[in-house]
C-alpha cells in the first residue's frame, strides 16, 4: 500500500518567515495530495490540495508544489503568523478510490513572536 | 447544513466493553471513511463505505466492524474494547463527481479512552 513520509516533525519559525514541510510517497498511482491543519483539540480541516495533473498551487500565503518524478510533494508557507500554529498533515490518495487518504506522521509548526 | 457530525465526543470504557460510535452526515456524500489519530501516527484508516450496503476495510481493521444502511450514517462499532483502542477517532465524508476527488469533511472526533 502507500506510504507516506512527512518531514519535519516540529518545525519553529519567527512571525514572517516562511516555512516549508515536505512530504515523500511511495505509490506511483497516487494523483491526489491534500494537506490538512490541525489545531489543538479541533478536526483536521483542508487548507489546499494538489492533483497530478499540476505542478504548483497557490492560494494567497500558502502553496503546494509536486514534483512526480521524485514522488514527493511540499507546503509553503509564507509571511507566517501566529495562527499558523498548527499541526500539519499531507496526505496520498488515488482518485476513484473512494476517499482513502494515506496520511502523512504530522508537522507541528510554531510561529514565535 | 450540519456537515459531519459524531457522537459522543468522549467516553471512558473498561476492557472487553463495547460500544457504537456514531457518526452522521447531510451533505448526500457517497464515501464515508473511519479513521482512528495516535500520537506521533497522524491519522489511519479503519474502515471505509463507497455507499449504501458497501463496506472495505481500510489499514488498521481488526477490532472494529461497520455497517452503511443509509446514505447519512456510517456507525463504528467495538465489539470488545481494549487499551490499544484508546484514540481520538475521526469519522470523515466526500464525493466524487466526474472522477475527480473531491474535498473529505472531518467530523469533531470522538476521544475514546479504554482502561
Known amino acids: 500500500g502507500e506510504n507516506v513520509e512527512q518531514h519535519p516533525s516540529t518545525l519553529s519559525v519567527q512571525e514572517g518567515d516562511s516555512a516549508v514541510i515536505k512530504c515523500t510517497y511511495s505509490d506511483s498511482a497516487s494523483n491526489y495530495f491534500p494537506w490538512y491543519k490541525q489545531e489543538l483539540g479541533k478536526r483536521p480541516q483542508l487548507i489546499i490540495d494538489?492533483?497530478?495533473?499540476?505542478g504548483e498551487k497557490k492560494d494567497q500565503r500558502i502553496a503546494v508544489t509536486l514534483n512526480k518524478t521524485a514522488k514527493h510533494f511540499s507546503l509553503h508557507i509564507t509571511e507566517t503568523q501566529p495562527e499558523d500554529s498548527a499541526v500539519y498533515f499531507c496526505?496520498?490518495?488515488?482518485?476513484?478510490?473512494?476517499?482513502?487518504?494515506?496520511f502523512g506522521t504530522g508537522t507541528r509548526l510554531q510561529v514565535t513572536l | 447544513n450540519a456537515g459531519v457530525t459524531q457522537t459522543p465526543k468522549f467516553q471512558v470504557l473498561k476492557t472487553g466493553q463495547s460500544m457504537t460510535l456514531q457518526c452522521a452526515q447531510d451533505?448526500?456524500?457517497?464515501?464515508m471513511s473511519w479513521y482512528r489519530q495516535d500520537p506521533g501516527m497522524g491519522l489511519r484508516l479503519i474502515h471505509y463505505?463507497?455507499?449504501?450496503?458497501?463496506?472495505d476495510q481500510g489499514e488498521v481493521p481488526n477490532g472494529y466492524n461497520v455497517s452503511r444502511s443509509t446514505t447519512e450514517d456510517f456507525p463504528l462499532r467495538l465489539l470488545s474494547a481494549a487499551p490499544s483502542q484508546t484514540s481520538v477517532y475521526f469519522c470523515?465524508?466526500?464525493?466524487?463527481?466526474?472522477?475527480?476527488?473531491?474535498?473529505?469533511?472531518f467530523g469533531p472526533g470522538t476521544r475514546l479512552l479504554v482502561l
Open positions: 451533505m448526500n456524500h457517497e464515501y
Open positions: 496526505a496520498a490518495s488515488i482518485t476513484g478510490t473512494a476517499s482513502k487518504l494515506t
Open positions: 470523515a465524508s466526500s464525493y466524487t463527481a466526474g472522477g475527480t476527488q473531491e474535498t473529505q469533511y
Open positions: 494538489i492533483r497530478s495533473n499540476v
Open positions: 463505505s463507497v455507499g449504501a450496503g458497501i463496506t
